[in-house]
């Protein structure tokens, strides 16, 4: 057990910034540091189901961080203590500038769809996920996201400029 | 404007809001976060349940003097002298009682390993917490709904035959609900003291152990 506890502590050091900007990206920032706490909560709680390999780990992290989120949807709100350190961080302000307006015109279109099939797009060209890694976040077939994927780009396509939808 | 799938791509990867740029300070806050969710685990994973044929009038108390069901149950040395007894009947009708002990963290090594203070020195925090009375300030009600909601499809808190509270796979019937108001006082019990340690003395980070018992079912 030991080594299944030093691998988590390995694994959250790796991901935990990345795991941040997920979070960041889709709920308000201020609350961000409180749904990381509860995920590394969660993870520590499922350790016993934690993967071996690190790629696997990291996937079944944002897997968990996928959970929380959805509890939030749900309206399950906890604010953790050690958050507030968080929260108070400088690097948490935006270090680039604000996207462009037609960046916003962009995530419109994506918060559109349907929400699955939204995700699966924002894990794909936000977080950096392969299509096979983020149905692995998402729970579902490789084969399901690879359908959904090209569905969400032919609706964003449509979308986004209808004069090229076929 | 002309989107061929290549620019579509594009536009897709540049709509990312802006990214949390990595420092050595948020690593070190994100690695003393993760050390004490660690601790947060533990206090979710035994949790306590409040008497129910008193309503919600819980019993919650300080120190261990006050502890009612000191001879019931085999305590860990540790829990011989806790900084928070609290002892509760469930709604089977079995007693328990959660004993929770807090420490002062000495130093937090860069892979978020936890040192934590001499445990035969009481700290500040600890003779606050056992100076206190928190009874009142455990919003059970409140958590009670915040577990319901939990997704319960991979795994959930439950109450074990042989008296502990365990994190169990899901099962087709689910929590009884002395799993949900077990999870549900623990998950009180723990704001309270993370409540208190936000107030003490600007800010308190602590660690610290849990333990919750409950007497065994007949076989």
């Known amino acids: 057990m030991g080594s299944r506890k030093r691998a988590l502590r390995s694994a959250l050091e790796a991901s935990s910034v990345d795991l941040l900007s997920y979070l960041r990206r889709r709920t308000d920032s201020d609350e961000a540091p409180d749904l990381l706490g509860e995920t590394f909560v969660v993870a520590w709680r499922r350790l016993d189901d934690l993967p071996e390999e690190p790629e696997q780990a990291r996937m079944w992290l944002f897997g968990i961080a996928r959970g929380v989120l959805l509890n939030h949807a749900r309206g399950v709100h906890r604010?953790?203590?050690?958050?507030?350190?968080?929260?108070?961080?400088?690097?948490?302000?935006?270090?680039?500038?604000?996207?462009?307006d037609e960046h916003l015109d962009v995530r419109d279109a994506?918060?559109?769809?349907e929400p699955d099939m939204a995700e699966l797009v924002r894990l794909v060209h936000w977080d950096g996920f392969s299509i096979?890694?983020?149905?692995?976040?998402?729970?579902?077939?490789?084969?399901?996201?690879?359908s959904r994927y090209q569905r969400a780009k032919e609706l964003l396509r449509v979308a986004l400029d209808p004069a090229v939808a076929p | 404007m002309t989107h061929t799938p290549d620019h579509l791509d594009v536009l897709l990867t540049n709509s990312a809001p802006?990214?949390?740029?990595?420092?050595?300070?948020?690593?070190?806050?994100l690695a003393v976060m993760a050390a004490e969710a660690r601790t947060a685990s533990r206090l979710r994973r035994r949790p306590l349940r409040v008497a129910a044929t008193a309503g919600l009038a819980a019993l919650l108390v300080s120190g261990a003097g006050t502890a009612v069901a000191a001879s019931v149950f085999d305590w860990a040395p540790w829990a011989q002298d806790p900084d928070l007894a609290y002892p509760f009947i469930l709604p089977s009708g079995?007693?328990?009682?959660?004993?929770?002990?807090?420490?002062d963290i000495e130093s937090i090594d860069t892979n978020g390993a936890v040192t934590r203070s001499d445990p035969a020195n009481d700290s500040d925090f600890a003779r606050?917490?056992?100076?206190?009375?928190?009874?009142?300030?455990?919003?059970?009600?409140?958590?009670?709904?915040?577990?319901?909601?939990?997704?319960?499809?991979?795994?959930?808190?439950?109450?074990?035959?042989?008296?502990d509270l365990e994190d169990v796979h899901a099962t087709q019937s689910g929590p009884t609900e002395d799993d949900v108001y077990a999870a549900a006082v623990s998950n009180a019990v723990r704001d309270v003291i993370?409540?208190?340690?936000?107030?003490?003395?600007?800010?308190?980070?602590?660690t610290g152990e849990e333990s919750i018992l409950c007497e065994k079912v007949a076989s």
């Open chain 1, 79 to 100: 604010r953790w203590a050690l958050a507030d350190r968080l929260r108070g961080h400088a690097v948490l302000a935006p270090v680039t500038a604000p996207p462009a």
């Open chain 1, 110 to 113: 994506i918060s559109r769809l």
């Open chain 1, 132 to 146: 096979t890694d983020a149905a692995q976040v998402m729970g579902i077939p490789a084969s399901t996201a690879r």
């Open chain 2, 18 to 29: 802006a990214e949390t740029a990595s420092s050595p300070g948020l690593r070190h806050d």
């Open chain 2, 94 to 103: 079995r007693a328990c009682e959660a004993r929770v002990a807090v420490y």
């Open chain 2, 128 to 163: 606050h917490l056992r100076a206190l009375d928190l009874v009142d300030q455990a919003d059970v009600q409140a958590s009670i709904t915040e577990v319901r909601q939990r997704d319960t499809s991979v795994s959930y808190v439950a109450v074990l035959p042989e008296g």
């Open chain 2, 194 to 206: 993370n409540a208190e340690a936000a107030a003490f003395d600007g800010g308190h980070d602590y």
